[in-house]
């Protein structure tokens, strides 16, 4: 089964890095209400290395998020982890256009 | 599993092409009891979902990168059916949605969601059914015209899931009788055109 949804912050020295674990659909809403007021620096990297689906609810919650981010914090975001099927659901939607692709190690 | 044949006249039956334009009406649905085994579940709540997509995966089973692709695009695919046929399709007489999303969702007495599938080792077919008939081909068509808009990104864009559907399957067809089914079906590839593939 998949793990629960949640959603953890790494303060680092190059911005702050959220994590996205298990799938992203309407019941991670809350989660994302509470995901701006931890962001505390201007570069923020969202990593989807453990996310299952993101379904096209959990597509309009990281739209929403992201341009929250950039607009309220003045942040700019980047992405990484991501897998096959949800980087060709971020070029449909337009997430890349608001987002970068990180470089990885 | 048993293949449930549609006995009555599709009133609105059709496909869309790449570009979301009506191709056929009516069409047929999917052949998914040629030769296959069809594989069929009666949803009975929203947390059936995940069991039914570890099921799926099982049957996809396969570990090369292909095989990994398809369970992926194949999870999708009965996530959006079936938030579509749980959440969208309900609706009361003036047309407005009974069900959010999110919300915990048990079927109604007379209520039946159906969800189908069968895999010949290169292609999967699925297609889900609901007894509501509520989807016209106005609305198909509006949302994945809606959807391929490529300026702004929008949040809040209806029809989504619906538009997630056309783009990845093959064949993508609905079929509606107003008032009492709908179908929504198509196919995925084991191995999917270059230009979808997401890399």
Known sequence: MEQPFKIDIRKGVGGDTVQFHGNIDAHADQYFDDLLKQISTNRIIMDFSTTGRINSMGIALLLRSIKSIKAEKKAEVSIQGLNQINTMLFKMTGIFMLASEARTN | ?199
């Not at chain 2, 979902?49 to 095989?67: C, F, M, P, V, Y």
């Not at chain 2, 599938?117 to 994945?144: A, K, N």
């Not at chain 2, 929008?154 to 509606?176: C, K, T």
């Open chain 2, 1 to 199: 599993m048993a293949h449930v044949k549609a006995t009555k006249l599709n009133v609105h039956g059709f496909c869309l092409n790449a570009n979301g334009t009506i191709v056929r009406i009516p069409r047929s649905p999917l052949p998914l009891n040629q030769g296959n085994r069809v594989h069929e579940w009666r949803v009975g709540s929203i947390d059936d979902k995940d069991t039914i997509i570890a099921h799926l995966e099982q049957i996809l089973e396969g570990s090369d990168d292909a095989h990994d692709f398809l369970r992926q695009r194949a999870a999708l695919m009965v996530d959006e059916m079936l938030e579509n046929a749980l959440y969208a399709a309900p609706r009361d007489a003036d047309g407005k949605q009974l069900f959010a999303k999110g919300g915990k969702r048990g079927l109604l007495p007379e209520e039946r969601i159906t969800l189908r599938c069968s895999f010949d080792g290169e292609r999967l077919s699925l297609e889900v059914s609901d007894s509501w008939g509520s989807l016209s081909p106005e609305t198909v068509q509006r949302f994945i015209a809606l959807n391929l808009a490529e300026e702004g990104a929008e949040g809040d864009r209806a029809g989504r899931g619906l538009f997630f559907m056309w783009r990845l399957m093959d064949d993508f067809y609905v079929s509606v009788q107003p008032g009492e089914a709908t179908a929504i079906g198509g196919a995925l590839p084991l191995y999917p055109h270059p230009d979808e593939k997401g890399a």
